[in-house]
């Protein structure tokens, strides 16, 4: 691998971000080009973020477009959406090692909607044929400039998931192929698009009708409506044969759709690399702990089964006098049987939602304080990882000698 995604990602950003008139780049340090790079696009993040925090029905694929949204959507998202989508492919290769399943195997891996790119640069498997498709040729652009850096085998295709053709995702004569498709916050763009919402279970479920090795690995943002339309999508999913991997303990209907104030996420941590540390400085945010409404999923035929295993999908504050055991918490626990509640026993380890809880089940235990600030579970390494700071990357000759050694 020639690069790795963080500094695939600050290589991109400077060949493709602006600077202001004037501004002489040669002799100045990476970061430094970098800093001046992201101070220009500062308001097109934050007016990004806003329509992706609060005002998703204004969202149209027009939302990004131009060079330079693309530039504040590389640098205000794809970092921490690579980093939500490395907790997904680590928890589940963890409970379940798909990736080993893959050796040998013909991997074709289709980002739809892919954006930058984010979760194929995420998912980390070299060997593969990456098929990236968009609606959006100039973000299509970047994720190609990103995974040539990456030195990954990838085909972009601009084209609407609507007119996507189902037969060009059918396994080959003679190839023992399995499928993969990453979707990246994309499904709640369609919410008014049911022509797109359509097209992508049927290729998914021609998967299943044609008995063939398939999996699929989705993120959605943690918010109630989406993380629920995502879970109702997750019961199609399950319900056209799909085996459920992450964070589900089993393919039965989800328990959690039953429950009108509940919505089923996972949360992670990451390692921020400096960089990542000062946008998140710039942008007054703090992402080193992030949440996703993340799910993975096999065809019976790659081999998996789901695991019983049983998942915290909730820390409710305890219900008796909220007021008196104010900080005190139970957690919600999703296994084979259902949703119910269990009083921790370990109060020092808080365990993150979408994670094994590896306790036994002690009701009668009193409520215990919650361990604020704790480390809710090891970090991600995430796109860099404290492991990465641009220093250790030079990423081109003119801008290599001007790092900050
Ligand atoms: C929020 S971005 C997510 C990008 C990327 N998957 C990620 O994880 O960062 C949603 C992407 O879906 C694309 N998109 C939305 N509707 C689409 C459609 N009907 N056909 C193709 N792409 C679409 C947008 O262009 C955009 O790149």
New binding site residues.
Partial sequence: MKSDPFYAFVATVLKLGRTPKGYVRSGRRADAIFKTIFKGVKPTILEIWEI?TQHRDDLT?KL?TTKESVVAYLLG??LT?MAR?SVLFERSDARHGWKKLLKGKKVRVY?I???????TLALGIHDAEYFM????NP?LEAAAMLAEEMDLKVKTTR????DLDPKQFATREGEDTVHIYLF???WN??TR?NT?RRKLTTLLSNHIKRKEKCLVFI?EPALEQMARSTMELRDVLCAAGYVALYPCPHSNHCPMLDRPKDWCYSEGEWDQPPLAKWIDEQLEMTRSRHAGSLFAFSSPEVGLTSDAARIVVGRPVRDEGKERYKGFFDYLVCDEDGITKQTPLAPLQVTARGMILDEKVNASQPPVKRASGKKLDPPTKGPGGAKSEIRRAPHTSAERKGVKK
């Fill in positions: 992706y694929r990004v998202f794809h959406n989508a980002d909607g892919c954006g930058t790119g984010a979760m498709i968009d609606g959006s973000l084209r609407v998931i609507e990246g916050y994309v763009e369609l698009n797109a993120a």
